[in-house]
């Protein structure tokens, strides 16, 4: 199973917004709805931003949400805030049963 | 509230066993699937194994099949991860985390498992 595919690096200035895409196959983002997004601090361990494609789980704030078209998800951050600097990982439920993760985009405010 | 605490970790030569440890609490333990996820020095995140409530059904990635073996004790509420004949890329944080729906909705803080002679 290959990793999906996100950019390593996005940037953007406080208060603008950013979009980081995962794109799969039809054996993983494209086939289901399992599709979560996970923002991990140097250091630190992942925590769960988005999960179903675009549900955010209690806490989260709304400025984090998240899409999906064929076989692309996207996550989208609006009015940047210096705390979203992180590396952001997407990850799909496979067909096989399995999950895979995307190689991780690391976000940069400016 | 909900925590996840791996143990186990450490230096081993390539070859070699090592058993990590995933204590919870905060929530019913045997309620829940659970996975092994992997994370090498400056790389990204990569999943191993996933373990059914029950324990009755496990799957794992192509690179560690045959070799790690996932297992539970829910009357401990441990989650454990036996790794064996290690290879230099197993070096990794490994975190074990909740699932919920296909998602991971808790993480723990990972353990390290370094693979070299």
């Known amino acids: 199973q290959s990793a999906l595919t996100q950019p390593a690096s996005v940037s953007g200035s406080p208060g603008q917004s950013i979009t980081i895409s995962c794109t799969g196959t039809s054996s993983d983002v494209g086939g289901n709805n399992y599709v979560s997004w996970y923002q991990q601090h140097p250091g630190k361990a992942p925590k769960l931003m988005i999960y179903?494609?675009?549900n955010r789980p209690s806490g989260i704030s709304d400025r984090f949400s998240g899409s999906k078209s064929g076989n692309t998800a996207s996550l989208t951050i609006s009015g940047l805030q210096a705390e979203d600097e992180a590396d952001y990982y997407c990850?799909?439920?496979?067909?096989?049963?399995?999950?895979?993760f995307g190689g991780g985009t690391k976000l940069t405010v400016l | 509230e909900v925590q996840l605490v791996e143990s186990g970790g450490g230096l081993v030569q390539p070859g070699g066993s090592l058993r990590l440890s995933c204590a919870a609490s905060g929530f019913t333990f045997s309620d829940y699937w659970m996975h092994w996820v992997r994370q090498a020095p400056g790389k990204g995140l990569v999943w191993v194994s996933r373990?059914?409530?029950?324990?009755?059904?496990?799957i794992y990635a192509d690179s560690v099949k045959g070799r790690f073996t996932i297992s539970r004790d829910n009357a401990k509420n441990t989650l454990y991860l036996q790794m064996n004949s290690l290879r230099a890329e197993d070096t990794a944080v490994y975190y074990c985390?909740?699932?919920?729906?296909?998602?991971?909705?808790?993480w723990g803080q990972g353990t390290l498992v370094t693979v070299s002679s």
């Open positions: 373990i059914y409530s029950d324990g009755s059904n496990t």
């Open positions: 179903d494609v675009s």
């Open positions: 985390a909740r699932d919920v729906r296909f998602r991971q909705d808790y």
């Open positions: 990850s799909s439920y496979t067909s096989s049963s399995t999950w895979v």
